[in-house]
């Protein structure tokens, strides 16, 4: 079984460009989580999308934002981009079955993102 | 301060060592505690999980929760070279989808 993929893997944009980042989950996983890791912050919670649906979301500015298809492909938006938007963005994909009280995230590699 | 704090080290060991990793965090809603490693370039992998208080054991490796005083912990015994790696704690409350992760600490073992 495939694992969850990134597209691009590397980014590099100037400041003020919008960037769009693609996440394929693994097949038949249905919710796509989104989460920023930088060194001086970690891995913080972006959004997490279910059945098309945002159904939780993290602190970040309206600048991030996401979507996800009918397929459950996902894509993430940085809008007006900033030096500190510079980080490595993970995709993660889970069954999320209904009733079921643990559902294991599994995280796609990445794509780092440089703004300059 | 941060919900959940994990020294990020580094911490280097001799190969056989048993290595301790930690977290602690301040939300008491938290009810899935969960270990993560990753590799360099790569994206975290799930090593153990646990819901609630307790002990979990998966071969080398022992994941304790004591939720009465916030604090988790992942043991490694007989650490290998491969086990070379950051390793990061994560948090959840219900549902277990929005997880909140510590620092992570960069574990490197000598062989």
């Known amino acids: 079984k495939a694992g969850v993929t990134q597209t691009p893997r590397y980014l590099i944009k100037t400041r003020g460009q919008q960037v769009t980042l693609s996440c394929s989950p693994i097949s038949g996983h249905r919710s796509v989580s989104w989460y920023q890791q930088t060194p001086g912050q970690g891995l913080q919670f972006l959004f997490e999308?279910?059945?098309?649906?945002?159904?939780n979301k993290g602190n970040f500015p309206g600048r991030f934002s996401g979507r996800q298809f009918s397929n459950s492909r996902s894509e993430m938006n940085v809008s007006t981009l900033e030096l500190g938007d510079s980080a490595l963005y993970l995709c993660a994909s889970s069954l999320r079955l209904a009733g079921s009280r643990y559902n294991e995230q599994f995280f796609g590699p990445g794509t780092r993102l440089t703004v300059l | 301060q941060k919900e959940v704090e994990q020294d990020p080290g580094p911490l280097s060991v001799p190969e056989g060592a048993i290595v301790s990793l930690n977290c602690t965090y301040s939300n008491s809603a938290f009810q899935y505690f969960m270990w993560y490693r990753q590799y360099s370039r790569k994206g975290p992998e799930l090593l153990m999980y646990?819901?609630?208080?307790g002990n979990k054991e998966d071969g080398r490796f022992t994941a304790q929760v004591d939720k009465s005083s916030k604090y988790i912990s992942l043991f490694i015994r007989d650490s290998q070279p491969s086990d070379s790696a950051t390793y990061l704690c994560a948090m959840s409350d219900s549902g277990a989808q929005k997880l909140v992760f510590g620092q992570g600490t960069r574990l490197t073992i000598n062989p």
């Open positions: 646990t819901y609630s208080s």
């Open positions: 999308y279910f059945s098309e649906t945002q159904r």
